[in-house]
């Protein structure tokens, strides 16, 4: 019998499909997590590891998985993810193959798609690199700021102001936790399913300072069972932004198609593909 020689093993689309699934099929087995889901934890790993992108100077992004290092995991705004990194380990013992960069952005496509949201087309290209590669502190949003704030980090990554609004729509999903951000409570009543629901509140309903130690946020008037930050009321505070927080409100197929095109857009800032972008894979859902 002869043996066939075998090259260095090169992934296919099926292979990248498989570690979907074995992401959704954790996601489903480890339902006793937070409100039910990794989901909304792994979409905020995937968004911190690409938003330190620097147009100007080409640094950061999610080419590298440099927060597996401190200082970068270390970063204030980094508390809590490392749930999301532990939750891909098995994963990536799996499918050793893949780096962390392209399965912690891999796990923020599979996320939203599993949770309910639009596909999220993904490509692989990132290389992981060393812990000279971190980014300094401070190129993620402080929430405690208001617009002249969010708008010099989301430019700083290539973003302008429809694409800022349609990205913050991710707080649909997931919550605050007092041990990592010192803030508290969920954006609305599904925080794992992905809908505009972020929007409609914001708009419908009436936001009072929380009274309480923490950090000031703002809760819900009817309820005062949910919450918004400072940065969230900037939304609709601003002219320019509050008009796609109205539009967003109004469709939620238009802020399922921006969202998808400005999600895909930050998970490649900073990445060099030599894949062309129509080559994108659009992943399989589970459901
Ligand atoms: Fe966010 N976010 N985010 N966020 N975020 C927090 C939680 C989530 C800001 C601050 C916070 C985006 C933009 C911003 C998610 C996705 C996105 C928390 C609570 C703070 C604070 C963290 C904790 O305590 O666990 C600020 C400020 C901005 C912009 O100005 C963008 C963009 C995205 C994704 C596209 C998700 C999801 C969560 C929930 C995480 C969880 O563990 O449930």
Not at 189 to 209: G, I, M
Request: charged share 30%.
């Amino acid at each position: 019998a002869s043996v066939k020689a075998t090259g260095p093993f090169v992934p296919t689309k099926e292979d990248y499909q498989k570690v979907y699934n074995e992401i959704a099929r954790l996601l489903v087995e480890k339902d006793e997590y937070d409100d039910g889901s990794y989901g909304p934890v792994l979409v905020r790993l995937a968004w911190h590891a690409s938003g330190t992108y620097d147009k100007e100077t080409g640094t950061g992004g999610s080419n590298g998985a440099t927060m597996r290092f401190a200082p970068e995991s270390d970063h204030g705004a980094n508390a809590g993810l490392k749930h999301a990194r532990d939750f891909l380990e098995p994963v990536k013992e799996k499918f050793p193959w893949i780096t962390y960069s392209d399965l912690w952005t891999l796990a923020g496509s599979c996320a939203i798609q599993e949770l309910g949201g639009p596909v999220i087309p993904w490509r692989p290209g990132r290389a992981d690199r060393d812990l000279a590669a971190c980014t300094p502190d401070g190129r993620l949003p402080d929430a405690s700021k208001d617009q002249r704030h969010i708008r010099d980090i989301f430019y700083r990554m290539g973003f302008d102001d429809r694409e800022i609004v349609a990205l913050c729509g991710a707080h649909a999903l997931g919550r605050a936790h007092t041990d990592r951000s010192g803030f508290d409570g969920p954006w609305d009543f599904s925080p794992t399913v992905f809908t505009n629901e972020f929007y409609k509140l914001l708009l419908d309903e009436k936001w009072e300072k929380r009274k309480w130690n923490g950090p000031q946020q703002f809760t819900d008037k009817t309820t005062k069972t949910l919450m918004m930050l400072p940065t969230d009321l900037a939304l609709v505070k601003d002219k320019e932004f509050k008009q796609h927080v109205d539009r967003y409100a109004k469709d939620s197929d238009v802020f399922f198609k921006e969202f998808s095109d400005v999600y895909v857009k930050l998970l490649e800032l900073g990445v060099p593909f030599t894949s062309k972008a129509e080559d994108r894979f659009v992943f399989k859902s589970s459901a």
